[in-house]
């Protein structure tokens, strides 16, 4: 299958969609989701901001997905997925700050595969599972691990402003039931894991999600992350990577966003 990269993009107070091809970026007018035709403009990658690549109406995340990453908490593994939702308005892009709020002492990276929609659905079986997907990005689900377990809902823990970065950009083609994702903390590895160990792997999931709320074009969900995270700090940069996409980077900051 062809393999596409969906990229949205600011060039001085405009707003685009475009394909990327290596460095150039090809504008797009319309919607991406519902059929985007090139406007015949180019513009460098270098020359413009990376945004956040699409905006969704709901974030959706699975917890608890990879074997890995219960192992030594003395966790059984969940019989279906286990389901939170975090406010759009979490949604960073690369380059952007992961700020940390006011309070909050033990913030972790998560790296995960990200699930674009393409197609609305209700009720979608496994097997139809793969119409709906539009493509994959790379995101970090950033937890207050401290808050996780006092709260009541995870309304702050994940869902503080900067506390869903994601792209660089929608990757189409890719055969997401295995590919790399992986974390790096100032450069050293810290998560390294194939998707193709999800516990629920993401047919299932998305499946599954519809079930209860009906996904919509442009909705994105988080499908879990492999083994330890660790605190992060101010100035720490932090990478995800997923094989075929490329690298979300964020550096870390402390104050108002």
Sequence with gaps: MKITKYIRYSAGTKISYG??????????????FGGAEPTGTTVK????????PCEPSKVIAVGRNYKSHIADRNIEPPKEPGLFLKPSSCLVGTEGDIVIPEG?????????????IGKKGKNVSEAEAPKHIFGVTAGNDVSERDWQKSDLQWFRAKGSDTFGALG?????GLNYNDLLVQSRL??????????KDLIFPVDNVISYISRFMTLLPGDIVYT??????????PDDV????????????????????
């Design 45 to 52: 990658l270098s020359e413009v901001k990376v945004l956040a």
């Design 104 to 116: 909050a002492n033990n913030v972790h990276y998560e790296a995960e595969l990200v699930v674009v």
């Design 238 to 257: 932090i990478e995800i990577e997923i094989e075929g996409v490329g690298v979300l980077r964020n550096r870390i900051a402390r104050g108002t966003v």
């Design 186 to 195: 100032n450069g050293e590895l810290r998560q390294s894991q194939r998707t």
């Design 168 to 172: 660089p950009w929608i990757v189409q």
């Design 224 to 233: 879990g992350t492999p083994g330890n995270t660790k605190p992060m700090f």
């Design 19 to 32: 394909i990327l091809e290596e460095q150039t970026i090809r504008e797009l007018h319309g919607d991406i």
